[in-house]
T-cell receptor, first 114, second 115 residues
Framework: DGGITQSPKYLFRKEGQNVTLSCEQN?????MYWYRQDPGQGLRLIYY???????QKGDIAEGYSVSREKKESFPLTVTSAQKNPTAFYLC?????????????FGPGTRLTVL | GENVEQHPSTLSVQEGDSAVIKCTYS??????FPWYKQELGKRPQLIID?????GEKKDQRIAVTLNKTAKHFSLHITETQPEDSAVYFC??????????????FGTGTKLQVIP
């Protein structure tokens, strides 16, 4: 867990602006994920990536974009097309080798749209 | 797709009593079931998990049971302590192409342990 960093911790955005949330890991994990968490709801998958330069849409990808140019980094851009972006965003990683299934989470970024 | 239902949404117990949280899942191909504890404003932390070839797993005061036939699994916390107060999430995970695990989370249970 200490090997996953997310920045910033808090982010405020005006309507119509794009913002990028950072996720960095030094665990040498292959897979990285972005989840969105809203009050009273579980975690919902936005995007995931298993290898560099490849990523797939999750259940709620509309209004979001990602890139995976390096194994260590998986930034998430919240675009102006996302109608209700205020939420807690969590990045997670997973080691694919060895049949291990555990996901490890970063500390999260709380995004508020003003 | 997979659907995970979690009950209850809130649970209050007296310190020292047991707490049970139940989840059901819809896809019989799900093969991994983790439980996460999330304290207010913090990241979810894995507390216990179970694979589909196991019916029960225990770690000190925490245990998880899995009934594959009925497609439900439960978290049991015994001798609860105030520090157990948190939101608990269950999840069901399914292996799909390329080694990817698609994880579906329940909606969470807010556990309050009353001293």
């Amino acid at each position: 867990d200490g090997g996953i960093t997310q920045s910033p911790k808090y982010l405020f955005r005006k309507e119509g602006q794009n913002v990028t949330l950072s996720c960095e890991q030094n665990l040498n994990h292959d897979a990285m994920y972005w989840y969105r968490q809203d009050p009273g709801q579980g975690l919902r998958l936005i995007y995931y990536s298993q290898i560099v330069n490849d990523f797939q849409k999750g259940d709620i990808a509309e209004g979001y974009s990602v890139s995976r140019e390096k194994k260590e980094s998986f930034p998430l851009t919240v675009t102006s097309a996302q109608k209700n972006p205020t939420a807690f965003y969590l990045c997670a990683t997973r080691l694919l080798a060895g049949g291990r299934y555990e996901q490890f989470f970063g500390p999260g970024t709380r995004l508020t749209v003003l | 797709g997979e659907n995970v239902e979690q009950h209850p949404s809130t649970l209050s117990v007296q310190e020292g009593d047991s707490a049970v949280i139940k989840c059901t899942y819809s896809d019989s191909a799900s093969n991994y079931f983790p439980w996460y504890k999330q304290e207010l404003g913090k990241r979810p932390q894995l507390i216990i998990d179970i694979r589909s070839n196991v019916g029960e797993k225990k770690d000190q005061r925490i245990a998880v049971t899995l009934n594959k036939t009925a497609k439900h699994f439960s978290l049991h916390i015994t001798e609860t302590q105030p520090e157990d107060s948190a939101v608990y999430f269950c999840a069901a995970s399914l292996s799909i192409a390329g080694g990817y695990q698609k994880v579906t989370f329940g909606t969470g249970t807010k556990l309050q342990v009353i001293p």
